[in-house]
């Protein structure tokens, strides 16, 4: 089904809720996900729902939810300005991590959703959700810049806020970060090339990893 074919966010993840193969959603409760386009442009994504997610079905409502409010405040923006999503959109047992399949399974889900919104920018929180776009990103080098990505859309690296809620020394870091991407968003820090793929011998998939977000 062609993005352009969906009237609303609403309609585009009821349709991948029932098309798609994550085998995730046999132990999740339901699927997590935002229903409207952000008035900001900016679209935030994690790695998978917890169990707070989980339980209600919307995106970040945990304690690294909580922080993501506070961080957001620091910057003058609010949750309703911004979208938030995550590379997986079922939780997984525990709370480990999505694996490599699980996160293939919603890849298209989440390509429909960056279409449909045309971001003005996209923030990936912590290492699952900048490998989605920069294959062989490291947060720890990356974060707090911004990085030209082949959709023409900017990435700008953060760790993810649940980092902070284990390691506090981070949540300086965390601030120090959105400092600078309400810099970016005014035109004061330059967005920087993305290493090229062929130089630094990146096999074919991610090649095209790095490039799928313009095709479906």
């Not at 952000?38 to 998978?48: D, L, T």
């Not at 062989?136 to 806020?161: L, N, W």
Request: proline letters at 7%; aromatic letters at 8%.
């Amino acid at each position: 089904m062609k993005v352009k074919e969906f009237k609303s966010l609403s309609d585009l993840h009821q349709y991948y809720a029932i098309n798609n193969t994550c085998k995730l959603k046999k132990s999740a409760t339901q699927p997590v996900y935002e229903k409207f386009v952000p008035s900001s442009g900016i679209v935030f994504i994690g790695e998978a729902p917890g169990a707070n997610e989980d339980k209600t079905g919307i995106p970040f409502v945990g304690k690294a939810g909580k922080l993501l409010d506070q961080l957001l405040k620091s910057i003058s923006l609010s949750r309703d300005e911004v979208y938030v999503t995550n590379v997986v959109k079922y939780r997984p047992p525990q709370n480990r991590d999505p694996l490599p399949k699980e996160k293939d399974a919603c890849r298209v889900w989440l390509n429909a959703e960056l279409l449909l919104i045309n971001p003005k920018v996209i923030v990936p929180l912590g290492k699952h959700a900048l490998e989605r776009f920069i294959p062989d990103g490291r947060i720890s080098a990356s974060h707090g810049r911004a990085f030209e990505h082949k959709s023409g859309i900017p990435i700008f690296a953060m760790y993810h806020p649940a980092v902070a809620l284990y390691n506090p020394d981070l949540k300086d870091t965390l601030l120090e970060d959105f400092k600078r991407l309400k810099m970016f968003l005014d035109g004061e820090i330059e967005i920087q090339e993305t290493p090229t793929l062929e130089r630094k011998g990146f096999s074919k998939e991610k090649k095209e990893a790095i490039a799928d977000i313009t095709s479906l």
